[in-house]
Structure formats: C-alpha cells, structure tokens
T-cell receptor, first 114, second 114 residues
Framework: EPEVTQTPSHQVTQMGQEVILRCVPI?????FYWYRQILGQKVEFLVS????????KSEIFDDQFSVERPDGSNFTLKIRSTKLEDSAMYFC????????????FGPGTRLLVL | GESVGLHLPTLSVQEGDNSIINCAYS??????FIWYKQESGKGPQFIID?????DKRQGQRVTVLLNKTVKHLSLQIAATQPGDSAVYFC?????????????FGQGTILTVHP
C-alpha cells in the first residue's frame, strides 16, 4: 500500500541553524501539507501546497518557514533559523483528488532545537 | 476562535467492549470530518470520515455519527481490541475558503485492557 515517507526520523539542531525536513508524498497525490505537533498537544496545521504554490498557511508559518517541491517527488519544509519553540513532531500529509478527500500522514520527523 | 474539542481526555475499556469517543465542534460551516488514530511515535492514521450531508457512516468495526444540530461527532469502536489502544483525534475541514486545512481536536487516549 502506498504511503507517505519522511526523512529524517529525528533531527537535533542548534538554535539559529537551518533545517530541512523532507517528505515523499504518495505518488499520484496532488495536494500536500505540513502539520506539527508539540509534545502532548494537538496536531496543528502549518501550510497547504497545490499546483506548486502555497494554498493556505497558518499564523505559525511565518517568514522563517518555506516549502518547496523541487523535483516532482519530494516536498520539503525549511526552517531558516530555528528557535527553541520549533521543537516538535512535524508531519507531512498528502491528498489525492481534492480538498475534501482523505489526507494521509507520514510517520513524522521529531525536531529538537537546543 | 472556533475549534474542535473532545469531551473525554481518557477512556479505559475491557477487551471486547464497545468504545465510544466523543468530539464537539463549534464551526457550523464545517463540511467534512475525520477520525484519526495515533499510536505512540507514529503519524495520524486515517480511520473513517464523514461529510456533512450524512449522519452516519460505518466501516470495519467502526461507526462515525454526526449530529449537526448539536455539533457533535462520535466514533464507535465495536469489540475493542488491545491493538486499538492509541490516541484518537477528530478533525474537521472548515469548508469555505479553507482549502484542505484540518483543525484537530485535543485527542482522547483509549486504553484497552486484556
């Protein structure tokens, strides 16, 4: 069964450093998302991406965040200058035909900012 | 602001019992609802969804009920098994111009005792 994959599974970085989190969505999916989950809290929407542009973003997704689909298979989330409060689990999700269809989530990347 | 929330943060049941997990939502414009299961260290796993033009939908051992009058969503799991132990999240798509953004509830921890 096709699934969303994410790398790395864990990432430790120093405050102020740049990180890139990578996702490979399900191959025929057209809509892509990043969510995050701070430990013990609910999953929060960050950004949606369709047709090579951002469809919607949350207040969390400030100028330090960017997304890219560089090669037609990968979908990346970049944090330019990490802060302590960026420590969280980051989930990528993809979706097939439209915004009211099932979103399938990857296993997540656990980011720890020291 | 509008949000999706859960009535019960924890639920403990015996193996073989039926489980009911509840969720209240406040956005009357929401038109798509999903239940996700999250096991420790993993991403949310799709269980079942329902659109606002339905009030009940059944899957394998799971049933989702939607009561739009009181803005309430429930997940029923029949013959609960130890493998069902996880955190269960309801999520809503607010509709309108929200594209695919999902708003998640806080989560209910389901523990199934053998």
């Amino acid at each position: 069964e096709p699934e969303v994959t994410q790398t790395p599974s864990h990432q430790v970085t120093q405050m102020g450093q740049e990180v890139i989190l990578r996702c490979v969505p399900i191959s025929n999916h057209l809509y892509f998302y990043w969510y995050r989950q701070i430990l013990g809290q609910k999953v929060e929407f960050l950004v949606s991406f369709y047709n090579n542009e951002i469809s919607e973003k949350s207040e969390i997704f400030d100028d330090q965040f960017s997304v890219e689909r560089p090669d037609g298979s990968n979908f990346t989330l970049k944090i330019r200058s990490t802060k302590l409060e960026d420590s969280a689990m980051y989930f990528c999700a993809s979706q097939n035909r439209g915004f009211r269809e099932t979103q399938y989530f990857g296993p997540g990347t656990r980011l720890l900012v020291l | 602001g509008e949000s999706v929330g859960l009535h019960l943060p924890t639920l403990s049941v015996q193996e073989g019992d039926n489980s009911i997990i509840n969720c209240a939502y406040s956005n009357s414009a929401s038109d798509y609802f999903i239940w996700y299961k999250q096991e420790s260290g993993k991403g949310p796993q799709f269980i079942i969804d329902i659109r606002s033009n339905m009030d009940k939908r059944q899957g394998q051992r799971v049933t989702v009920l939607l009561n739009k009058t009181v803005k309430h969503l429930s997940l029923q799991i029949a013959a609960t098994q130890p493998g069902d132990s996880a955190v269960y999240f309801c999520a809503e798509n607010p509709g309108g111009t929200s594209y695919g953004k999902l708003t998640f509830g806080q989560g209910t921890i389901l523990t199934v005792h053998p």
